[in-house]
T-cell receptor, first 112, second 115 residues
């Protein structure tokens, strides 16, 4: 099948370890951020979101951290599993607007 | 229930041909989006519909690109006189509400290859 991660930065982690994927966003007016997971041959899938009035949000095995000062976002995946292998994109949005701007993705490879 | 579906999944066109890509959003979803994803890149916004109204088409790269959603459900993205640089995956997404940001549900995309 096609690969969406052909030229993307790659992060390789051992199964069971924690993964940290970083993202720098561009628009200081953005106040809503989303992480998406994209598997080969599929569309992006929502993982977790965070609003700009928060600096941390936790989901199931995932945590998103937001640092507005340096316009940085990170996604932490606990106990990484082979099924987590995919390309991960951060995306930014301005409240009240529907348009979402995607960042450069990171390919996560989980080594069994 | 069914998710967003797109057809065809793969399309090969000769340079200069016209193509039409179809998106069936989730039933009842008000908002519909088209994105273009080049190989190794993130999706880039093309256009947005709220029901049948095209509210934002700022991302369409040229006047060769045209999108419609005449009855507020199914949408078609048409590319006229295709060029090699149009080769990409075209993603459609829909969301339930019209106000603010709501989770967008993506289809699997149509991979367009222009020879």
């Amino acid at each position: 099948g096609e690969s969406v991660g052909l030229h993307l930065p790659t992060l390789s982690v051992q199964e069971g370890d924690n993964s940290i994927i970083n993202c720098a966003y561009s628009n200081s007016a953005s106040d809503y951020f989303i992480w998406y997971k994209q598997e080969s041959g599929k569309g992006p899938q929502f993982i977790i979101d965070i609003r700009s009035n928060m600096d941390k949000r936790q989901g199931q095995r995932v945590t998103v951290l937001l640092n507005k000062t340096v316009k940085h976002l990170s996604l932490q995946i606990a106990a990484t599993q082979p099924g987590d292998s995919a390309v991960y994109f951060c995306a930014e949005n301005i409240q009240g607007y529907q348009k979402v701007t995607f960042g450069i993705g990171t390919k996560l490879q989980v080594i069994p | 229930g069914a998710g967003v579906s797109q057809s065809p999944r793969y399309k090969v066109a000769k340079r200069g041909q016209d193509v039409a890509l179809r998106c069936d959003p989730i039933s009842g979803h008000v908002s519909l989006f088209w994105y273009q994803q080049a190989l190794g890149q993130g999706p880039e916004f093309l256009t947005y519909f709220q029901n049948e109204a095209q509210l934002d088409k700022s991302g369409l790269p040229s006047d060769r690109f045209f999108a419609e959603r005449p009855e507020g459900s199914v949408s078609t993205l048409k590319i006229q006189r295709t060029q090699q640089e149009d080769s990409a995956v075209y993603l459609c997404a829909s969301s339930l509400e019209r106000t603010g940001y709501n989770e967008q549900f993506f289809g699997p995309g149509t991979r367009l290859t222009v020879l």
